[in-house]
Nanobody, 114 residues
Framework: VELVESGGGLVQPGGSLTLACSAG????????MGWYRQVPGAERELVAT???????EAAESVKGRFTITPGDGENRVTLRMKNVKPEDSGVYYC?????????WGQGLAVTVSS
């Protein structure tokens, strides 16, 4: 299973950014999809995940600023980031919870800096 990620890059503090991830060609829906973030020297941490019916788990630090949306009938997830802060910087990994194993994308670099 390949998770195809898009978005990421450099954004100024207070700005917005959108990350997207999808997996095609599957005959089933993932139980959940979402994003984790990792910075050097730290473990990968949850940003937000969402189930196909819209149940969300999100880090406290992003509530009210980030919006996660599942695909409509497809294995896709979108993360809309608003009012970003320097501490939001890191490598963002797409995550998908499958029926047997979890899947990870290659990672997208997000840098919040002026």
């Amino acid at each position: 299973v390949e998770l195809v990620e898009s978005g990421g890059g450099l954004v100024q503090p207070g700005g917005s950014l959108t990350l997207a991830c999808s997996a095609g060609g599957l005959s089933y829906r993932f139980y959940a999809m979402g994003w984790y973030r990792q910075v050097p020297g730290a473990e990968r941490e949850l940003v937000a995940t969402v189930t196909p019916v819209g149940k969300i788990e999100a880090a406290e630090s992003v509530k009210g600023r980030f919006t996660i949306t599942p695909g409509d009938g497809e294995n896709r997830v979108t993360l809309r980031m608003k009012n970003v802060k320097p501490e939001d910087s890191g490598v963002y990994y797409c995550y998908a919870r499958g029926p047997a194993i979890d899947h990870w994308g290659q990672g997208l670099a997000v840098t919040v800096s002026s």
